[in-house]
Antibody
Framework: EVHLVESGGGLVQPGGSLRLSCVGTGFDVSTSYMNWVRQAPGKGLEWVSVIYSGDNTYYADSVRGRFSVSRDSSKNTLYLQMNSLRAEDTAVYYC????????????WGQGTLVTVSP | IQLTQSPSFLSASVGDRVTITCRASLGIGSYLAWYQQKPGKPPELLIYAASTLQSGVPSRFSGGGSGTEFTLTISSLQPEDFASYYCQQLQSYPLTFGGGTKVEIK
């Protein structure tokens, strides 16, 4: 059974850094299309980044140059390194895995909350 | 690619038929998904490829459209359907979501 568990969220000051982790079970993180999606309190969903075959990556304009996505096959874990954090980065961050048969995102973690505040 | 959902808020009664619209700023073929989200939970995939029902999703949910205009229809609203709904395009990066539609009990 596919399972995703995020961790690493917390309170950080503006300008600070944080690294989120997403541990996968039941599948291989290193060969999957993996996304990060965030949701600010009371707001809608915002796509953040993707990593896929060959460790190719794409980012939303709002985080490009500040966030970096990577993965560790030995730990079956996806990461999101977040630097130069701003108040508007405050959100619940979800990792999601694409179901290869359909190409759509069936599997989601429960999310981890990042709060950027002085 | 921008996605515009309407309405952003919908008040309806159990048994009602409701339709949510998602319009794309560029043609996206059928590369569209619909999600349901309840408070404090991650999104759940309802519909993919614009009109294909995800396994395990009740048949009262249906999706339609292609190109730039898409719909999600709930044929007979049930108590467990009161939630927020989002469309997402997967035609090209950056992937984008619609602004969401909150369905509340009248």
């Amino acid at each position: 059974e596919v399972h995703l568990v995020e961790s690493g969220g917390g309170l950080v000051q503006p300008g600070g850094s944080l690294r989120l982790s997403c541990v996968g079970t039941g599948f291989d993180v290193s060969t999957s299309y993996m996304n990060w999606v965030r949701q600010a309190p009371g707001k809608g969903l915002e796509w953040v980044s993707v990593i896929y075959s060959g460790d190719n990556t794409y980012y939303a304009d709002s985080v490009r140059g500040r966030f970096s996505v990577s993965r560790d096959s030995s730990k079956n874990t996806l990461y999101l390194q977040m630097n130069s954090l701003r108040a508007e980065d405050t959100a619940v961050y979800y990792c999601a895995r694409r179901y290869d048969t359909t190409g759509y995102y069936v599997y989601w973690g429960q999310g981890t909350l990042v709060t950027v505040s002085p | 690619i921008q996605l515009t959902q309407s309405p952003s808020f919908l008040s309806a009664s159990v048994g009602d038929r409701v339709t949510i619209t998602c319009r794309a700023s560029l043609g996206i073929g059928s590369y569209l998904a619909w999600y349901q989200q309840k408070p404090g939970k991650p999104p759940e995939l309802l519909i993919y490829a614009a009109s294909t029902l995800q396994s395990g999703v009740p048949s009262r949910f249906s999706g339609g459209g292609s190109g730039t205009e898409f719909t999600l229809t709930i044929s007979s609203l049930q108590p467990e359907d009161f939630a927020s709904y989002y469309c997402q395009q997967l035609q090209s990066y950056p992937l984008t979501f619609g602004g969401g539609t909150k369905v509340e009990i009248k």
